[in-house]
Structure formats: structure tokens, C-alpha cells
């Protein structure tokens, strides 16, 4: 069974190893490896909800096996950002995460949802565009920005 909840104080390793997997720092706008200290720093207001961020855990039969996070922006917008491990990508599960975070954000009133992808990362720009994102004009650098309006 796949569940997408809210991220733990236990969760903050799994979170750091994930967030250090080369393929996920690859498509990062901070690409450099983030120590351990730098990332409780990060982790410890997120999980305790002491920030602007809703940071889930998306968990396959038990098993941590990626992260969704909201930032929240002000205004009804939220902007998100998914990373499923290697060892569990290609099952539909960040489809799946991503379909229940909306939800949970539709229900605080987010009323817009943006994305910021990297133009080599196709993998992501098939998800959101099967999620409904649509890519606007704007484009910073290598960077894409889509965006969906929650109906
Ligand atoms: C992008 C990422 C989150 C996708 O996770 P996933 O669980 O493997 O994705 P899903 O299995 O739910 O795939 C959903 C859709 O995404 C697209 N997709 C996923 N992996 C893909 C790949 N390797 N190549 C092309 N399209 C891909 C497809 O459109 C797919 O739909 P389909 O299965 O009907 O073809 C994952 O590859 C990842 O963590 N990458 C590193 C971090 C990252 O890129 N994060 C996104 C930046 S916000």
C-alpha cells in the first residue's frame, strides 16, 4: 500500500540520504552535497512545523521511498518539489503522491501550484504534464516554470 504523510523528527536521515542521491541533487537548483549538520538545521523547523513548508513522506508497504514538499508562497500558491528513490521510481508513485499532496492542498485553500524544473529533466516534465501543470513563458535560466490552477 502507498501512503503519502506528513514527514517525522525519525524521518530526517532518510530525508538527508535521499536528498543527497546524485540523481536528485543533479536536478536541485543547490546541487552541492548537503552535510549533516547543514540538513537538521533545514529539517528540524520543517518537521516540527515551524515553517512555511508541508513536507510529506511517500511510504510503499511501510518503506520510505521518496518525499513531496509544499512550499507555501502567500496568496493561495504553493510550490512543489517530489524526489522518489531510484530503487522505487517507475511505479506510478510520484503520480500517485503527487495527485493526494493537491489534494491535501486544495483543502488549505492553495488555489495555485507551481513547479520549477530543469530543462534536461524530461522525467519530471512528463509527470507534472500528465498532473496538468502547463509550462509558461517564463524561463530562468535552465529552469522551467509550470503551474496548475486548482479547480
Ligand atoms: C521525477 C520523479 C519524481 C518521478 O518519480 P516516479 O515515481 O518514477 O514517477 P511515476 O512512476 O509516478 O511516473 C509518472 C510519469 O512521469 C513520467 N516519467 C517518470 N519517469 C520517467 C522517465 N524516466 N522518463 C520519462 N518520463 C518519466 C512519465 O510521464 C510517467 O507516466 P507514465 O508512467 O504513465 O509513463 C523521479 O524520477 C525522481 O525522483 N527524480 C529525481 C528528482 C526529480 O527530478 N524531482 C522532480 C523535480 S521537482
Not at 530525508?15 to 543527497?20: C, E, M, Q, T, V
Not at 517530489?82 to 491535501?104: C, T, V
Not at 509550462?135 to 535552465?142: I, V
Request: charged share 25%; hydrophobic share 40%.
Amino acid at each position: 500500500m502507498d501512503i503519502l504523510r506528513p514527514a517525522t523528527l525519525s524521518d530526517i536521515p532518510f530525508l538527508w540520504y535521499l536528498r543527497n542521491r546524485p540523481y536528485v541533487r543533479e536536478v536541485s537548483r543547490n546541487s552541492a552535497p548537503i552535510s549533516w549538520e547543514e540538513h537538521v538545521e533545514w529539517a528540524l523547523p520543517v518537521v516540527l512545523g515551524l515553517t512555511e513548508k508541508r513536507l510529506f513522506v511517500v511510504e510503499t508497504s511501510g518503506i520510505p521511498a521518496g518525499q513531496l514538499r509544499f512550499d507555501m508562497l502567500g496568496g493561495g500558491k504553493a510550490e512543489v518539489s517530489a524526489a522518489i528513490l531510484q530503487e522505487f521510481q517507475g511505479r506510478g508513485l510520484a503520480k500517485k503522491a503527487l495527485k493526494e499532496g493537491m489534494r491535501k492542498m486544495k483543502r488549505q485553500k492553495v488555489s495555485e501550484i507551481l513547479a520549477t524544473i530543469h530543462r534536461d529533466n524530461t522525467a519530471s516534465q512528463g509527470l507534472f504534464e500528465k498532473l496538468g501543470f502547463q509550462k509558461n513563458a517564463r524561463q530562468k535560466g535552465p529552469w522551467l516554470e509550470y503551474a496548475v490552477l486548482m479547480r
